[in-house]
T-cell receptor
């Protein structure tokens, strides 16, 4: 099956700086890559996603890039704010039938 | 829109006792359903997924089992809990007929086996 690796496991940034989280996947057939944000004790929530026919997608301060050749995708958060502090998960899926998640990145934004 | 209902929110069970966690889906018919476990400080581990009534696929062999008696109901069970079964259990649903897939999580059950 698919294997998704995520780095770093923890990340601390100063408020206003950018944060980048990277994921790699093993199955070249995977075609859907969502990112989830999980605040402490709560359910993961979808924040952005990208399909394999797109190289980059932006939504306000959040962007995701995909390199199909290298089989890696990244989450970029600009102008970070304290409320961005959470655990972020990447995932890879083929056709949306199964989702394979990375191990998560705990992001701390220091005021 | 799809909503995943999951209960109970917290559960404390002794070792060797049975377990039954229920997940129901609102707003979507014929969804894909999933059970994940999240150990403290760890990632999301896929336990079971189901593409239809009575259709269960297991990702990780263990003392847990899953059943899908109805289209919008997914149950996670165990006959005898182990200490290692402690964790945060999340049910998730996906809309197979949606271009956006729309993977939605329930609010989770925090299980502590003592």
């Amino acid at each position: 099956g698919e294997n998704v690796e995520q780095h770093p496991s923890t990340l601390s940034v100063q408020e206003g700086d950018s944060a980048v989280i990277k994921c790699t996947y093993s199955d070249s057939a995977s075609n859907y890559f969502p990112w989830y944000k999980q605040e402490l004790g709560k359910r993961p929530q979808l924040i952005i996603d990208i399909r394999s026919n797109v190289g980059e997608k932006k939504d306000q301060r959040i962007a995701v890039t995909l390199n199909k050749t290298a089989k890696h995708f990244s989450l970029h958060i600009t102008e970070t704010q304290p409320e961005d502090s959470a655990v972020y998960f990447c995932a890879a899926s083929l056709t949306g039938n199964q989702f394979y998640f990375g191990t998560g990145t705990s992001l701390t934004v220091i005021p | 829109s799809q909503t995943i209902h999951q209960w109970p929110a917290t559960l404390v069970q002794p070792v060797g006792s049975p377990l039954s966690l229920e997940c129901t889906v609102e707003g979507t018919s014929n969804p894909n359903l999933y059970w994940y476990r999240q150990a403290a400080g760890r990632g999301l581990q896929l336990l079971f997924y189901s593409v239809g009534i009575g259709q269960i696929s297991s990702e990780v062999p263990q003392n847990l089992s899953a059943s899908r008696p109805q289209d919008r109901q997914f149950i996670l069970s165990s006959k005898k809990l182990l200490l290692s079964d402690s964790g945060f259990y999340l049910c998730a649903g996906g809309r197979r007929d949606s271009y956006n897939y729309g993977y939605t999580f329930g609010s989770g059950t925090r299980l502590t086996v003592v």
